[in-house]
Nanobody, 115 residues
Framework: QVQLVESGGGLVQAGGSLILSCAAS????????MGWYRQAPGKQRELVAT???????NYADSVKGRFTISRDNSKNMVYLQMNSLKPEDTAVYYC?????????WGQGTQVTVSS
């Protein structure tokens, strides 16, 4: 069964931190690059960070130095450590493969950063 389940979002003050988690079914995760994406109200979904199975990472300029993507290949898990959060980071965050597969989008997890 193809499944991606995101968790860990919440309400946080500017400057705070959150850790997002994504549980992926083995068929999605195995040997694939994985990524975090986000969609703010009224905006298109955008890439936040990606990581290959070998550990190579890529970040959007807006989150470089603040966010860290990681993965646990033994558990089929992907994480996003978010530090120094800003109000403009407010969005629904999703995980998916990189590049993303249209049929794999989950429910996402809401992150709200108050000023």
């Amino acid at each position: 069964q193809v499944q991606l389940v995101e968790s860990g979002g919440g309400l946080v003050q500017a400057g705070g931190s959150l850790i997002l988690s994504c549980a992926a079914s083995r068929s999605i995760f195995s040997r694939n690059a994985m990524g975090w994406y986000r969609q703010a109200p009224g905006k298109q979904r955008e890439l936040v960070a990606t990581m290959t199975s070998g550990g190579r990472t890529n970040y959007a300029d807006s989150v470089k130095g603040r966010f860290t993507i990681s993965r646990d290949n033994s558990k089929n898990m992907v994480y996003l450590q978010m530090n120094s959060l800003k109000p403009e980071d407010t969005a629904v965050y999703y995980c998916n493969q990189d590049p993303p597969r249209p049929g794999y989008w989950g429910q996402g997890t809401q992150v709200t950063v108050s000023s």
